[in-house]
């Protein structure tokens, strides 16, 4: 029944009541945001902080890890939702990659979009010019296209000390802030994750967008569904999981997934990837 309905009404009625817990929860003991108040300087926007449940332990970023779903799959990976970092917490960020030991990090934001600024250049610009940022430093080891259109790879070397950690960024930049992107462009982007993190899966993904929420959730909710089980991506409607997957994201981070275009990509992309399973 709950499928009746035409997909994009039951989204904006489904993200009706999430965004009206999310607002009911403000800043309670269960869900405070003490510290990421106590970090304002820290955060892109004053009206996305994350849960202090959820935060990587100190220093602080602005970034919230993600749990799999209860129902997945053993084995599965949590993710770790964040802003794109600021300058001012690059180390931080560089430190929280090399701790969780991050295979991949999928960077979903241009620099710059509608002339703003939507995210701070992190890695180097070639391999030839490594960043230095304060103890740390980061280099550039290759850059190359994807066969997914829009999406380039680079492979990073993070160094303090003696210690090093090298991952993978995937930087995509074709998907406009609270757009929604076609369901083909999402599962390909989840193809090129899948194939970078050979050999990581155990390790969180990270991904980011601008603030951390809206395609950084759509492309996580995307995630955490392909490590469900088959028999429990098809036990529920298409619409009705991608429902469960936001609630279960908001319980971590406020705000995941922002609109109803992208819930219904979310619930498209598991509706696709439900059918290739059953043929």
């Known amino acids: 029944m709950s499928e009746a309905r035409p997909w994009p009404q039951r989204a904006a ?43 990587l332990p100190d220093p602080y970023v602005n970034a919230s890890r993600i749990p799999p779903l209860p129902e ?17 917490t690059f180390g931080a960020f560089y430190h929280h990659l090399c701790a969780e030991r991050v295979g991949v990090l999928l960077n979903l934001t ?7 600024i939507k995210s701070h250049q992190y890695w180097p610009s070639s391999t030839s010019s490594p960043i230095e940022e304060g103890e740390w430093v980061v280099r550039m080891l290759g850059e190359e296209p994807s066969e997914t ?14 210690a090093s950690h090298e991952l993978t960024l995937l930087h995509y930049t074709g998907w406009q802030d609270h757009g929604a992107l076609p369901t083909p ?10 194939q970078a993190r050979l050999g990581a899966e155990a390790a ?15 492309l996580i909710g995307a995630f955490l569904a392909q490590q469900l089980p088959a028999a429990q991506r098809t036990a529920v409607p298409s619409m009705d ?25 979310l619930a498209s992309a598991i509706e696709l990837a ?6």
């Open 274 to 279: 439900a059918q290739a399973s059953q043929s």
């Open 149 to 162: 259109r829009g999406l380039i790879l680079r492979r990073l070397q993070l160094t303090h000390g003696e």
């Open 72 to 88: 997945s799959s053993a084995g599965a990976a949590s993710c770790i939702a964040s802003q794109a970092p600021t300058p001012s």
């Open 110 to 116: 241009p620099l710059v979009e509608r002339d703003m």
């Open 241 to 265: 999981l991608a429902a469960y997957i936001t609630r279960h994201m908001r319980h971590f981070r406020a705000g995941m997934v922002q609109t109803p275009g992208q819930l219904v990509t």
């Open 204 to 218: 969180p993904l990270w991904v980011h967008c601008s603030a951390g929420i809206g395609r950084s959730g759509t």
């Open 13 to 55: 009625e489904v993200l009706a009541v999430l965004n009206h817990v999310d607002w009911t929860r403000g800043d309670t003991s269960e869900h405070s945001f003490a510290s990421a108040l106590r970090n304002a300087s820290a955060n892109r926007y004053t009206n996305v902080l994350p849960y202090d449940h959820a935060l």
């Open 185 to 194: 462009q999402l599962m390909g982007l989840l193809t090129a994750v899948e």
